[in-house]
């Protein structure tokens, strides 16, 4: 009777092992985070030097370079708070490619009392054409208990470059100051 209770443990955790070998998954690529103001060049965003908008949406742009095969993403003009420490990382599931965006407050410092604009971009190698799936999160690590979606859905990279506004709402003056830094 235990070697069947055994066997059937171990047949489980075996399922469970081959189960999780199916999943394809590829290593996580890293990405960059401007320091508060948003990054100075535009390029950095995806955004034209005319544009004039920065404090007025939130805004993920992405741009395709079919030569490199290369999926470029910025998600510009995220509020955030001041004081923390961010970072950006990305991870392709399956036929997925899942977005984290990261804050959370430095181990010897406390949050500020101030909220500040900032730019977080990332380049994805080897992304076949055609549409690709994407799920945006965002993990305030010491505000919410886990990462939180704040958008996903189909970009079709056929087309080299596009945008999607992620939040309408424009940035306090406090927060913005008019134009990146």
């Given at each position: 009777m235990k070697?069947?209770?055994?066997?059937?443990?171990?047949?489980?955790?075996?399922s469970l092992l081959l189960l999780g070998g199916c999943l394809e998954t590829e290593p996580a690529h890293a990405g960059i985070v401007s320091e508060a103001g948003g990054f100075v060049d535009p390029e950095r965003r995806l955004a034209s030097e005319r544009d004039e908008?920065?404090?007025?949406?939130?805004?993920?742009?992405?741009?395709?370079?079919?030569?490199?095969?290369?999926?470029?993403?910025?998600?510009s003009r995220l509020l955030l708070n001041c004081c923390g420490q961010r970072a950006m990382h990305v991870e392709r599931i399956d036929s997925v490619y899942e977005i984290t965006e990261r804050d959370e407050p430095e181990a010897a410092n406390r949050?500020?009392?101030?909220?500040?604009?900032?730019?977080?971009?990332?380049?994805?190698?080897?992304?076949?054409?055609?549409?690709?799936?994407?799920?945006?999160?965002?993990?305030?690590?010491?505000?919410?208990?886990s990462a939180k979606l704040v958008w996903q859905g189909e970009i079709d990279v056929r087309k080299s470059a596009?945008?999607?506004?992620?939040?309408?709402?424009?940035?306090?003056?406090?927060?913005?100051?008019?134009?990146?830094?």
């Open positions: 070697y069947v209770g055994v066997c059937t443990a171990l047949a489980a955790v075996g908008s920065y404090c007025s949406a939130e805004v993920l742009r992405w741009r395709y370079d079919a030569s490199s095969s290369a999926l470029t993403l910025a998600d949050r500020c009392d101030s909220v500040c604009a900032f730019d977080f971009a990332v380049s994805i190698p080897e992304v076949s054409p055609g549409k690709v799936y994407v799920r945006l999160l965002r993990d305030v690590v010491d505000a919410q208990g596009g945008e999607v506004v992620l939040d309408r709402a424009p940035a306090p003056g406090e927060a913005c100051g008019g134009s990146p830094q």
